[in-house]
């Protein structure tokens, strides 16, 4: 089974600009969170959409955003890049459902802002 | 709200020696307990899980981890790391009523074996 895939793996961009990242879950897989990995706050989850609406979110601003297809596929978009934004963006795919089910990672896409 | 403290940033330690990383939870909730290890350039891997029953779990690559409730603590340990243990190590936990998959992390703990 193949794993959580993440594309771009590395990007770069300048203030200002926009980004989408996009994440391919492992197939059958309904939820998928995205965390945001910097030196200096850590990890830090972003948030959660499954079947395809958001159902948590953490503390980020509204310059932050994601979605989810119907395929479960889900993209997070920032606009209006900050140099603070450069980080690893990680996202994890899961069963879903209400109760525990184990996350599986990507390996990340690497966001750096000049 | 939660919040988890992983007391040491980097633990250097011998081939073969035992190492403790340890970890602090604050919570206001009944949590499930994580302790994840990311390699360099990879995502984070899942060591081992508490969710409810024995305080000790086993987890992969011959990890295990107590969790203390009265401390609120949840250790990680392994008796002789190898070379290939060396790895960034986080501690999380999450809200065990809560639907759905927020993950709080600690700070993490460096883990350098050295030969």
């Known amino acids: 089974k193949a794993g959580v895939t993440q594309t771009p793996r590395y990007l770069i961009k300048t203030r200002g600009q926009q980004v989408t990242l996009s994440c391919s879950p492992i197939?059958?897989?309904?939820?998928v969170s995205w965390y945001q990995q910097t030196p200096g706050q850590g990890l830090q989850f972003l948030f959660e959409?499954?079947?395809?609406?958001?159902?948590n979110k953490g503390n980020f601003p509204g310059r932050f955003s994601g979605r989810q297809f119907s395929n479960s596929r889900s993209e997070m978009n920032v606009s209006t890049l900050e140099l603070g934004d450069s980080a690893l963006y990680l996202c994890a795919s899961s069963l879903g459902g209400t109760t525990y089910n184990e996350q599986f990672f990507g390996p990340g896409t690497r966001l750096t802002v000049l | 709200a939660q919040s988890v403290t992983q007391l040491d940033s980097q633990v250097p330690v011998f081939e073969e020696a035992p190492v403790e990383l340890r970890c602090n939870y604050s919570?206001?909730?009944?949590?499930?307990l994580f302790w994840y290890v990311q390699y360099p350039n990879q995502g984070l891997q899942l060591l081992l899980k508490?969710?409810?029953?024995?305080?000790l779990v086993k987890g992969i690559n011959g990890f295990e981890a107590e969790f203390n409730k009265s401390q609120t603590s949840f250790h990680l340990r392994k008796p002789s790391v190898h070379i290939s243990d060396t790895a960034e190590y986080f501690c999380a936990v999450s809200d065990e009523k809560a639907a759905g998959n927020k993950l709080t992390f600690g700070g993490g703990t460096r883990v350098l074996v050295k030969p």
């Open positions: 508490y969710l409810s029953g024995s305080t």
């Open positions: 959409y499954f079947s395809e609406t958001q159902r």
């Open positions: 197939s059958g897989h309904r939820s």
């Open positions: 919570s206001s909730v009944s949590v499930y």
